[in-house]
């Protein structure tokens, strides 16, 4: 369902999308026809102001989610650099020993000097 609509409303946001998605699932419909007219007309003035309240959550929730992904992120990227650092090290402590033995034997005479 949620393929479709992004296919058919490209430029709608997230928000219309959830509320679509709740409005068919959940059978709003359905409900609010079964309410009387003065208790339809009561729902419908308390979804009117609380659309505010709830686009404030919506914005507050997509926040953290990004606030949360760039967490991920710099962790990662942290994490990323140590393993560089630690293989640097690694690769120096070879390079190192290979100094102790000699340096690096290009060729099969090197080789038979050397041993």
Avoid: C
């Avoid at 990323?80 to 290979?98: A, N």
Wanted: zero cysteines; hydrophobic letters at 35%.
């Amino acid at each position: 369902m949620l393929d479709r609509l992004i296919s058919q409303k490209p430029n709608a946001a997230t928000l219309v999308y959830e509320g679509i998605v709740m409005f068919t699932k959940n059978n709003t419909k359905h409900w609010r026809d079964t309410l009387s007219p003065e208790k339809r007309a009561l729902v419908m003035e308390l979804a009117r102001k609380s659309k505010r309240f709830q686009k404030e959550q919506y914005i507050e929730r997509k926040a953290e989610i990004r606030r949360k992904r760039a967490e991920k992120m710099v962790v990662a990227k942290e994490e990323k650099e140590k393993l560089e650092i630690k293989e640097r090290i690694q690769k120096e402590d070879l390079m190192e020993k290979i100094e102790e033995y000699g340096g690096l034997w290009k060729t099969a005479e090197m080789v038979d000097e050397k041993l």
